[in-house]
């Protein structure tokens, strides 16, 4: 995957090694520093090359994502230095230490830079290792090593509804918990984020069953909700209005009992038809699929559920 995006963006292919220098090729890596992924990205540099970093998704650990970020980062160092080599040590050591050792030294050449103290120990090694890790990379056999390349990671992708745990998502569809996880590493609090629903990565196959396992659910939230309104047909007047679908936007400091409660419903459903997690977390803004709309809500409830 990473040379192919390098490929595509014109990068020499030896920039590929900098992810094993800096993570191992491990796409969850965390240093101490708080770098994150396959590319290390401090959170920072992470948001000004288009990744989402906040409290539900961290893209850094997302490793195609993540990919097309550093590969756009090391684009815009080489635009900056006109050397590779320079590049890749301002990658590790920041674009302006790298800067003021050119302009102390009147040159771009790294390997002279790499003879002053302009630069920390850390950066020389890093370059340097990834040179060396390009090299044994092309001929493995010929310095020693032997290595099995692993199977390309493949999926599909579905469209999922916001706040879908990836829990629930595991016993509605079959697909183990451990492969979402694996999949989507980036959901830090392994559920989709609220607002909008999520590209879900899934393995091959595992897109039907998703939409099966949905369309189910639905199916089920309507046939209780008919059941439950001829219930209350039959014990009210007939005068009484039957239940009306509708929508809640969720308000701050709402919780999904006093929702409930508001519209003649159990908490337990409101978290059923909604696909909630365990706990019934909810946020301002979520859209909540609920039995009855009250008066007062009936303009803003339109438009579906979240």
């Known amino acids: ?15 590929v090694f900098t992810a094993m220098i800096e993570s191992g090729f491990d796409p969850v890596a965390v240093s101490r520093a708080g770098a994150k992924g396959l590319w290390q990205f401090m959170a920072p540099t992470a948001r000004r090359y288009g990744l989402r970093v906040d409290r539900w998704i961290d893209e850094r650990l997302d490793p195609e994502k993540s ?16 050397s590779w080599y320079l590049a890749q040590a301002a990658y590790n050591a920041g674009e302006m230490r790298v800067a003021r050792a050119v302009q102390s030294m009147r040159t771009s050449d ?12 850390e950066t020389k090694s890093f370059v340097a290792a990834t040179q060396a890790a390009a090299l044994i990379g092309r001929e493995p056999d010929r310095y020693g090593f032997s290595f099995t390349p692993e199977d390309p990671l493949r999926y599909e992708v579905i469209h999922v509804p916001p ?8 016993g509605m569809s079959g ?23 999520y590209a ?11 939409r099966a396992a949905f369309q189910k659910a639905a199916a089920e939230t309507l046939m209780a909700a008919t059941k439950r309104g001829r219930g209350r047909d039959a014990a009210t007047t007939s005068q009484a209005r039957p239940p009306a679908r509708g929508v809640h936007v969720v308000k701050a400091q709402e919780t999904v009992g006093a929702i ?15 696909l909630l997690s365990a706990a019934g977390r909810i946020f301002p803004g979520d859209r909540l699929r609920v039995a009855r709309v009250a008066p007062a809500e009936k303009e803003e ?3 579906g559920f979240r």
């Open 301 to 303: 409830g339109q438009g």
């Open 200 to 210: 879900l990565k899934v393995p091959v196959g595992g897109a039907a069953a998703v």
């Open 67 to 82: 990919t097309w970020a550093a590969a756009s980062y090391l684009t815009d160092l080489f635009t900056m230095f006109g």
């Open 163 to 170: 706040s879908t745990t990836l829990k629930r998502l595991a």
């Open 110 to 121: 790294f390997w002279q830079l790499s003879r002053t103290r302009l630069l920390a120990e």
């Open 1 to 15: 995957m990473i040379r192919e995006v390098f490929a595509q963006r014109g990068l020499p292919e030896e920039l």
């Open 175 to 197: 697909i183990a918990t451990a492969n979402l996880h694996r999949l989507n590493p980036e959901l830090r609090l392994a559920q989709t984020p609220p607002g909008k629903p």
């Open 260 to 274: 409930a409660k508001r519209y003649g419903v159990s908490a337990a459903e409101i978290v059923r038809w909604n």
